[in-house]
């Protein structure tokens, strides 16, 4: 986990305004711990501190923003009611600082930035790339992993809960059970899966350390990128390209054009999309499928050499695996 070191590194100051009193934090930690170190949080604090913002923006509605904020010491979730001027479009890897009010929401802390008061704001310092995932056991997992990048492998998919793969309370969402901790995936984060057939399989699965209460903790992932297929199911529901339809992808390496041939049973569109080491999209796009064979053709000629993730999907199958680009 990178560290952020700012001029407020290990120090807690405080400054006073004619509007309110904000106490700026060094390091995300110390926040955690509030200023008395009392647990729970000190609800009412207005707080500043600055750390990497872990996505997507999970807030329900286009007027709003919630997000993990991270500085190597600690995680903490961020909600605002409203976009900032300062930061309106959120990026895996951006550094930003962040004004609001410390909350204890069902006892875990986060800031929030709901209040329309002027000291509240959310603003960009610079760009960068998202951390590397620590993997862990679920069994590990503990009020230490909050807000925290971790990777959980071979999760069998199959196992979600009877029932919650569907519209619940307005929304889609789905708990797989994972040893000691849930997987919690609503509309927000992937629309796309929650729209799909329940996959099945065993998947590593990267997401933020979230809780539930103080003994049941969740991973959230963060996008369809995050789970990583190691063995498909091999007895019923398939919900794989490379098992369900044949697939060439050629060449690999590739240099200018990658080639992917593959056949289906109906027309349907399929996203295609390209991640780099970092995690960082580097191609997208949606192509439609027929009824028969397909040959698709992707550009790769702007890529710089290196390995990359190809990820295609469809409404109900997916394929997951590796590219890679030399010239």
């Known amino acids: 986990m990178k560290k952020i070191t700012t001029l407020f590194a290990f120090l807690t100051l405080v400054v006073f305004s004619a509007m309110s009193q904000v106490v700026v934090f060094g390091q995300i930690d110390s926040a955690r711990l509030t200023t008395n170190g009392s647990t729970p949080v000190d609800s009412g604090l207005t707080i500043q501190i600055h750390g990497t913002v872990y996505g997507p923006n999970s807030y329900p509605t286009p007027n709003g923003m919630t997000f993990w904020l991270n500085d190597g010491t600690d995680g903490i979730k961020i909600y605002s009611k409203h976009v900032y001027a300062g930061y309106t479009s959120l990026t895996d890897g951006d550094q930003v600082t962040v004004v609001g009010t410390l909350s204890d929401y069902y006892g875990s802390a986060e800031v929030d930035l709901s209040d ?21 056991l679920a069994s590990a ?27 619940v309370a307005g929304k889609h969402y789905f708990t797989c059970h994972a040893g000691a901790v849930y997987l919690y995936i609503d509309s927000f984060t992937n629309d796309t899966m929650f729209h799909a057939a329940q996959p099945q399989g065993i998947y590593n699965v990267v997401g933020i350390g979230d809780d539930y209460s103080p003994t049941e903790f969740n991973l959230d992932p963060r996008s369809l990128r995050d789970f990583h297929l190691v063995q498909p199911d091999t007895t019923v529901g398939i919900k794989n390209i490379a098992d369900l339809i044949t697939a060439a992808i050629y060449p690999n390496p590739t240099s200018t054009v990658l080639n992917v041939t593959l056949s289906n049973t109906k027309d349907e569109p399929i996203v295609t999309e390209l991640f780099d080491v970092t995690g960082q999209v580097v191609l997208s796009e949606t192509k439609n499928l ?26 109900e199958k997916s394929l997951n695996t590796k590219i890679i680009v030399a010239k």
């Open 290 to 315: 027929v009824n028969g064979t397909n040959n698709l053709q992707f550009n790769t000629a702007n890529l710089t050499n290196g390995m990359y993730i190809l990820e295609m999907h469809t409404a």
């Open 116 to 136: 329309t008061a002027t000291l509240d704001t959310i603003y960009k310092t610079a760009s960068g790339t998202p951390d590397t995932p620590v993997v862990i």
């Open 141 to 167: 997992f503990s009020i230490s992993t909050y807000g925290e990048l971790v990777q959980v492998d071979n999760v069998d998919m199959s196992t979600a809960t009877a029932g919650t793969w569907a519209i």
